[in-house]
């Protein structure tokens, strides 16, 4: 089956501290993978995206930053978070060749 | 680039009623998707569009592909509590040798008063 896990679920870090948040996909191969970040229950942010194994395209410069170490894992990290870092995170995946995108069960960041 | 006009952004209806929510574009797009959002999960799909003028029902929701292929509408009929939660339009280019991504709309809470 077609699943999309993400870890860890939550989490509450210190400014400055580092990040890694981590997506794995299953049912699928060689997928197109992105990392969303949804600030105070609204709008979804496209923050990165990937088509293949270390290939990482940046929607938004900023603090963070995406790698793709396997062809279902994509990984969202930071060295040092702000507090501005905040907020809902999301991956997603799109299965078979319909346009249709699904995404995971979210991990929320709060940096205090 | 491409944006898409959600609205309304929040509405508070009575239980038993019909909602009805709408998207524009500025551009054309080849699909429309309509998430639902309950509070601390991710976005779930609720109905994909592919063609233009095309209008695809899932049991209490309906949602259609403008004919101009540039704006989307979502009904909800008969609404219940659960129905509680954040609803996503996203519209999509298909381009050949790109990655695929969808434009998200800003979101309608919709809160059912018992």
């Known amino acids: 089956s077609q699943t999309i896990h993400q870890w860890p679920a939550t989490l509450v870090q210190p400014v400055g501290s580092p990040l890694s948040l981590e997506c794995t996909v299953e049912?699928?191969?060689?997928?197109?993978l992105y990392w969303y970040r949804q600030a105070a229950g609204r709008g979804l942010q496209l923050l990165f995206y990937?088509?293949?194994?270390?290939?990482i395209s940046s929607e938004v410069p900023q603090n963070l930053s995406a790698s793709r170490p396997q062809d279902r894992q994509f990984i969202l990290s930071s060295k040092k978070l702000l507090l501005s870092d905040s907020g809902f995170y999301l991956c997603?995946?799109?299965?078979?060749?319909?346009?249709?995108?699904?995404f995971g069960e979210g991990s929320r960041l709060t940096v205090l | 680039g491409q944006q898409l006009n959600q609205s309304p952004q929040s509405m508070f209806i009575q239980e038993g009623e019909d909602v009805s929510m709408n998207c524009t574009s500025s551009?054309?797009?080849?699909?429309w998707l309509w998430y639902k959002q309950d509070p601390g999960e991710g976005p779930v799909l609720l109905i994909a569009?592919?063609?233009?003028?095309e209008l695809t029902s899932n049991g209490r929701l309906t949602a259609q592909f403008g004919i101009t292929r540039k704006d989307s509408f979502l009904n909800i009929s008969a609404s219940i509590p659960s129905d509680v939660g954040i609803y996503f339009c996203a519209g999509q280019v298909v381009s050949s040798g790109s990655a695929r991504q969808l434009t998200f709309g800003s979101g309608t809470q919709l809160t059912v008063l018992p």
């Open positions: 997603a995946c799109f299965f078979g060749g319909a346009g249709e995108l699904f």
């Open positions: 990937s088509v293949g194994i270390g290939q």
């Open positions: 569009l592919y063609k233009a003028g």
């Open positions: 551009s054309i797009f080849n699909t």
């Open positions: 049912g699928t191969s060689n997928p197109n």
